[in-house]
């Protein structure tokens, strides 16, 4: 049963991208679906990208493993989404209609007039794009094996290929009316899988109880994180979200930017109920593993799977198992679509050249980044939470104080984003290899994406001050639309 409804759901997204490839004819409708998105599906397909395999299988390991602290990265969801829409939204789709932009790095050239910063930008998205494509691939491969029995590593391919195949022949147009699909799927999944977490272990009530009793630690307000690291993870995925690629790039396919007012409702209630998968498996894994209902789980990140298989009805995991690879790939696609422009536009105009074949060269080097974020998967052995939090982080320090303040802020200089952009790749990239070879560590508490968010912000505002007297004046259009 479980097979059955996988394949059903695989046929329906093989139909969508049969018919998004026949309407995918030029580099804008690969890049930007035409900028003809309705509202309810730019919210939807945003949240989906939102949230992937880090939300679905990395998040209930996270909370299996770190307690209560884990909520942390999710609490400031409803914040984010008005942030975006009132500091973003607006001015990068107006700016787009105004340059004719197709990236979120061409908003950073256009704002500063660098290619320098924009090819800059665009490195560091490439870089943060491969590492959260890990992390959804890994994440992939665990369902596909859980379903199919695979193994992992066969997992992660077989995912890839799937995705390969939509993303490449559609772009984002397919990319979009699958998010659709796939949100409705997850919104669904969560809310049955939730009500089925609770009745798994009596109700929230006695869920408490039973943790209580073995690990009191875990249902502390700051669960088993120190109470800077969890207060570090609320900021850098408060303010992180304004930076995220993936969506701030949907902006740009708003085809009326006067309905921006609705965004934040919508999204807000789509996370949700997407959400609820999130820390209700995490909590009923951890009391079932307490009172013996499953055994300890040799890694985290299958407590998703484990709890599907072994508690709810074989329709339903079926169906949820869909919803997972709904989200997962939601993401992928949508970041093998950013990384492919990156590499079809913003480095050609960064060196000062003229973008050529973007058709056909945003085809294949969608398919060159999959390849190496499965490599990439299938080598690190991380667990998905983990990958994940160092490509958000990564974006984060790299292109909120550039992007985000940037564009609201007319203080901002050139030498300020390219500087920022920099402290965020190196900072981020030194401190987390650092920690991987074990060379250095922080002291608890203290995480890598919030240090380097930090770093970025500071050389931002201390570099824009430094250089005020010697900075370009604001092009007339981008100083109209930051003044909107």
Do not use: C
Not at 253 to 265: H, I
Not at 392 to 412: D, E, K, R, Y
């Amino acid at each position: 049963m479980i097979v059955l409804v996988a394949l059903a759901y695989v046929a329906v997204i093989a139909v969508i991208s049969v018919w998004a490839a026949r309407r995918t004819r030029t580099a804008q409708d690969f890049f930007l679906a035409g900028k003809g998105i309705g509202l309810w599906a730019l919210a939807i397909s945003a949240m989906a990208a939102t949230l992937s395999g880090f939300t679905f299988i990395g998040g209930p390991g996270l909370v299996y493993s770190l307690g209560l602290g884990a909520m942390f990265i999710v609490l400031p969801a409803s914040l984010t989404n008005s942030m975006s829409a009132w500091t973003l939204a607006k001015r990068m789709r107006l700016l787009g209609e105004a340059r004719g932009l197709i990236t979120v790095p061409d908003a950073i050239g256009a704002r500063y007039r660098s290619r320098l910063a924009q090819g800059l930008a665009g490195v560091a998205i490439l870089v943060a794009i491969v590492g959260y494509m890990a992390t959804n691939m890994l994440a992939l491969g665990l369902v596909v094996d859980a379903v199919f029995g695979t193994g992992l590593g066969w997992g992660i391919w077989l995912g890839a290929a799937v995705m390969i195949a939509y993303s490449a022949a559609g772009g984002i147009l397919a990319g979009i009316y699958t998010d659709v699909f796939q949100g409705i799927v997850m919104a669904l999944a969560s809310a049955l899988v939730f009500a089925f977490a609770l009745g798994s272990g009596g109700g929230l009530g006695e869920i408490s109880r039973t943790i209580l009793a073995a690990d009191p630690g875990f249902l502390e307000p700051w669960g088993k994180l120190t109470p800077l690291a969890a207060l570090s993870f609320f900021f850098v995925f408060g303010l992180g979200a304004l930076a995220q690629p993936h969506v701030v790039h949907k902006f740009y396919m708003l085809r009326d930017p006067r309905r921006l007012k609705w965004f934040p409702v919508l999204m807000t209630a789509a996370l949700m109920v997407t959400l609820l998968l999130y820390f209700g498996v995490g909590v009923a894994v951890k009391a079932l593993v307490v009172r013996g209902g499953l055994p300890a789980l040799a890694r985290a990140d299958d407590a998703t799977p484990q709890f599907l298989l072994h508690y709810t009805p074989a329709l339903l995991s079926g169906f949820v198992f869909s919803g997972v690879a709904a989200a997962i790939m939601s993401t992928v696609n949508s970041f093998m679509n950013v990384g492919a422009a990156v590499l079809t536009h913003d480095l050609p105009v960064a060196f000062g050249k003229k973008p050529v074949r973007q058709l056909f060269l945003g085809r294949v080097w969608t398919v060159v980044i999959a390849a190496m974020a499965a490599l990439v998967a299938q080598w690190s052995g991380t667990l998905v939470a983990f990958l994940g939090i160092f490509g958000w982080g990564l974006f984060a320090s790299t292109l909120v104080p550039a992007l985000a303040i940037g564009l609201n802020w007319q203080g901002a200089t050139r030498q300020g984003a390219i500087a920022s952009i920099a402290t965020g790749l190196v900072a981020t990239l030194g401190f987390e290899s650092a920690a991987y070879f074990k060379v250095f560590s922080f002291p608890a508490g203290v995480t890598i994406s919030g240090l380097s968010l930090v770093l970025s912000m500071l050389v931002f505002f201390a570099v824009s001050w430094l250089t005020r007297r010697h900075a370009e004046a604001i092009d007339e259009d981008v100083r109209a639309v930051m003044e909107m």
